[in-house]
T-cell receptor, first 118, second 111 residues
Framework: GAVVSQHPSRVICKSGTSVKIECRSL??????MFWYRQFPKKSLMLMAT?????????EQGVEKDKFLINHASLTLSTLTVTSAHPEDSSFYIC??????????????FGPGTRLLVL | SQQGEEDPQALSIQEGENATMNCSYK?????LQWYRQNSGRGLVHLIL?????REKHSGRLRVTLDTSKKSSSLLITASRAADTASYFC???????????FGAGTQVVVTP
């Protein structure tokens, strides 16, 4: 099946710094990727839709200047948490669909990135 | 906003027993998907059921969908210790891929 990777898997940073998380589709091209956030023992919350070659679409309540998304190629989307604060600590997960695969509606999730801001 | 609500929040069963969890949602959907998440890991897609379907099977999994009641259920038969995980339903309203997740059901299967 399709594989999505994320890097890094875990990051600890100081308050005020920026952190970049990469999401890659390894064996398919994804024109659209999605970024989710998950708090401990909670559900996933959709943050934004990342569109290759165009601006990301953010969900209501998500600060676009805080969470910068770049989808520069068909296999890579990046999420940058700018000026991170402790409340940004969370588990960030990306997903993608294979638009030409047999299971086009299926989403493939990355393994997630755990961010801890001190 | 969270589309799906699941119950129970937690389920503890013994190996060999069946596990049933339910998901309710509020708006019309194009499809509903079930995912499994092991602790601290990514999500694994289990099964997708479209709005015009009522039941689907995949191995030991059985999913039903009742669009009139806006609800779905996931049944895991003959559970195994390896089924221990959190299970989430997610709805896709327009098949654009923007999923709204339920709160999840934490399933523990003891040997």
């Amino acid at each position: 099946g399709a594989v999505v990777s994320q890097h890094p898997s875990r990051v600890i940073c100081k308050s005020g710094t920026s952190v970049k998380i990469e999401c890659r589709s390894l064996d398919f091209q994804a024109t659209t990727m999605f970024w989710y956030r998950q708090f401990p023992k909670k559900s996933l919350m959709l943050m934004a839709t990342s569109n290759e070659g165009s601006k990301a679409t953010y969900e209501q309540g998500v600060e676009k200047d805080k969470f910068l998304i770049n989808h520069a190629s068909l296999t890579l989307s990046t999420l940058t948490v700018t000026s991170a604060h402790p409340e940004d600590s969370s588990f960030y997960i990306c997903s993608a669909r294979d638009p030409v695969g047999a299971r086009q509606e299926t989403q493939y999730f990355g393994p997630g990135t755990r961010l801890l801001v001190l | 906003s969270q589309q799906g609500e699941e119950d129970p929040q937690a389920l503890s069963i013994q190996e060999g027993e069946n596990a049933t969890m339910n998901c309710s949602y509020k708006t019309s959907i194009n499809n509903l998907q079930w995912y499994r998440q092991n602790s601290g890991r990514g999500l694994v897609h289990l099964i997708l059921i479209r709005s015009n379907e009522r039941e689907k099977h995949s191995g030991r999994l059985r999913v039903t969908l009742d669009t009139s009641k806006k609800s779905s259920s996931l049944l895991i038969t003959a559970s195994r210790a390896a089924d221990t995980a959190s299970y989430f339903c997610a709805t896709d309203r327009r098949s654009w891929g923007k999923l709204q997740f339920g709160a999840g059901t934490q399933v523990v299967v003891t040997p």
